[in-house]
């Protein structure tokens, strides 16, 4: 069946850190795969796509067919990206996304 | 650009009440529309995707008759909780897909409604 996993609920560095949101998904094809982000008190809103190879805020993700993995990195975090993060994998005809869990990012100063 | 209008924001009404959530694009079309139901503290959950000038489709475990959605008009999908109950509270979330173009183009959220049954 078709998932996406984050293991982790909650991810907590300090400034200046590396992190990396890990994202492991399950779907037979070649997958189509967004990170999402949710600030505090804003909507939802697009990261960056797979497909489109870009780096957004400092943030890159890489396809990783092999371990089916798909892990939101940024070298130096900043307080200002404290959020949650959601992994996400379109479905289907229509695009139906299905999201992870989401892992909370909370970087201290 | 790509903005999505999701009215109201917050909604407070009694037990037994119909209430219609509406989900605007703004400054683009969208063929398709999807609804999401967020409980707290979790992840969103597809409730069923909206086409416009068809019927909806709705997830399993969703109650089509209780989850009434319409769309009308390339820029507007509503979504009615017929008869709403303490536990249909919730935090609702649309998302609009420009097109109509490929399956895998991003979704744009809107700002979410959160509905609370007396």
């Known amino acids: 069946a078709q998932r996406v996993t984050q293991p982790e609920k909650l991810l907590s560095v300090f400034k200046g850190a590396p992190v990396e949101l890990k994202c492991n998904y399950s779907?037979?094809?070649?997958?189509?795969l967004f990170w999402y982000v949710q600030y505090s008190r804003q909507r939802l809103q697009l990261l960056l796509r797979?497909?489109s190879r870009e780096s957004i805020k400092g943030f890159t993700a890489d396809l990783n067919k092999g371990e089916t993995s798909f892990h939101l990195k940024k070298p130096f975090a900043q307080e200002e990206d404290s959020a949650m993060y959601y992994c996400?994998?379109?479905?289907?005809?229509?695009?139906?996304?299905?999201f992870g869990k989401g892992t909370k990012l909370s970087v201290k100063p | 650009g790509a903005v999505v209008s999701q009215h109201p924001s917050w909604v407070i009404c009694k037990s037994g009440t119909s209430v219609k959530i509406e989900c605007r694009s703004l400054?683009?079309?969208?063929?398709?529309m999807f609804w999401y139901r967020q409980f707290p503290k979790q992840s969103l959950m597809l409730m069923a995707t909206?086409?416009?000038?068809?019927?909806?489709?709705?997830e399993q475990g969703v109650e089509k008759d209780k989850f009434l959605i319409n769309h009308a008009s390339l820029t507007l999908s509503t979504l009615t909780v017929t008869s709403a109950h303490p536990e249909d509270s919730s935090f609702y979330i649309c998302?609009?897909?420009?097109?109509?173009?490929?399956?895998?183009?991003?979704?744009?959220f809107g700002d979410g409604t959160r509905l609370s049954i007396l």
């Open positions: 998302s609009a897909r420009p097109g109509p173009t490929g399956y895998n183009q991003p979704q744009h």
């Open positions: 400054d683009f079309q969208a063929t398709t």
């Open positions: 779907y037979s094809g070649s997958p189509e």
């Open positions: 909206s086409n416009e000038g068809s019927k909806a489709t709705y």
């Open positions: 797979h497909i």
């Open positions: 996400a994998l379109p479905l289907g005809s229509q695009g139906n996304l299905i």
